[in-house]
């Protein structure tokens, strides 16, 4: 996947002046749009868009330096005029064009180059199972995105829950894992171009259809899973899993992710504060 990707940046950079789309260039890497975009943002910390954006507004700081038109420039990359243009130039480079041209000033995004960095020679612990198919039931709402720390939005969805839900969800459950997990899914194109928001729902795993309006279902169908099982502090080292994930396990493996909900589950230690057990359910299909 390192090499594919390292192309992928190549042919991007031969068309940085042309009306290039996202599913262009992932039909290009031949992998899945979804699978895609995913593996760059976890390996890279930006969107394909964000990039993209930033190697423009870079490259347009050169001409701009070597006595290029602002107007010329401006639709060189694709912007519709020139204000759209010297908004966001201003909002990367902190300064006007006409600044730019006037005082000499000098911002640069360099292009990508991924290479892989072992760390500590720690293999990672996984497992794949099949998995006919089941239903997602609990209650959702739509959460940011949050890579550290405790989600304050998904701790509020928790404490709404109430006594009956909590009843239904445990007289549905009939599926293994046997456990309350936090599924995610859902995630508008905004996540991976310019903004976070996904869906998150608390619930169970249950083979029946059969729920009542105060529940959320969402079907999940039948597909292989891979699942990464985590001990240590809570919640940095269920984060920290899911990180490794996407930047190493996936690029290296033989399967790409599909557009379906993931899902966790927490145990958390009694004798230990802020201590746990988690698995990490990924749902993938062979490259």
């Known amino acids: 996947m390192l090499k594919e990707l ?28 979804y699978h895609f975009r995913k593996i760059f943002f976890y ?16 490259e347009a700081n050169k001409d701009l330096l070597r006595g290029e038109k602002v107007t010329d420039i401006a639709f060189k990359y694709g912007y519709q005029s020139v204000d759209g243009f010297t908004r966001a130039f201003k909002k990367w480079n902190g300064f006007l064009p006409s600044e730019v041209i006037k005082k000499g000033i000098s911002k640069t995004f360099p292009k990508f180059t991924f290479i892989i960095t072992v760390k500590g020679g720690a293999a990672m612990e996984y ?8 239903n997602l039931v609990g209650v959702s709402k739509r959460v940011p995105m949050q890579f550290e720390g405790v989600n304050n939005e998904i701790v509020k969805l928790a404490k709404s829950i109430t006594e009956e839900q909590k009843e239904e969800m445990h007289s549905l459950q009939n599926i293994e894992p046997y456990e309350v997990v936090n599924a995610s899914y859902d995630a508008d194109t905004r996540f991976l171009k310019e903004e976070g928001d996904l ?14 309006d105060h529940l959320d279902k969402v079907p999940v169908e039948a597909c292989t899973w891979a699942i990464f099982p985590n001990e240590g502090p809570f919640p940095s080292t269920l ?5 490794k994930t996407y930047s190493e396990w996936l690029p290296s ?10 899902f966790s589950f927490t145990k958390m230690d009694k004798t230990k504060k802020d201590y746990a057990y988690s698995e990490i359910w990924i749902p993938v299909k062979k490259k």
Do not use: C, W
């Not at 910390?45 to 990039?51: A, F, K, S």
């Not at 497992?127 to 089941?134: L, T």
């Not at 984060?239 to 990180?243: G, H, K, L, N, V």
């Open 6 to 33: 390292n192309q992928v940046i190549d042919y991007i950079e031969e068309r940085l002046t042309d009306d290039l789309s996202l599913e262009e260039i992932s039909a290009y890497a031949g992998v899945s749009d």
């Open 43 to 58: 390996l890279s910390g930006l969107t394909l868009n964000e990039y993209i954006k930033n190697r423009k507004l870079s």
């Open 127 to 134: 497992r794949i199972e099949e998995k006919p198919a089941f």
């Open 199 to 212: 869906t998150h729902l608390i619930g169970v795993l249950t083979t029946k259809d059969d729920v009542s």
């Open 239 to 243: 984060q920290e899993t899911m990180a």
């Open 253 to 262: 493996s033989d399967y790409e992710i599909i557009d379906a909900p993931s």
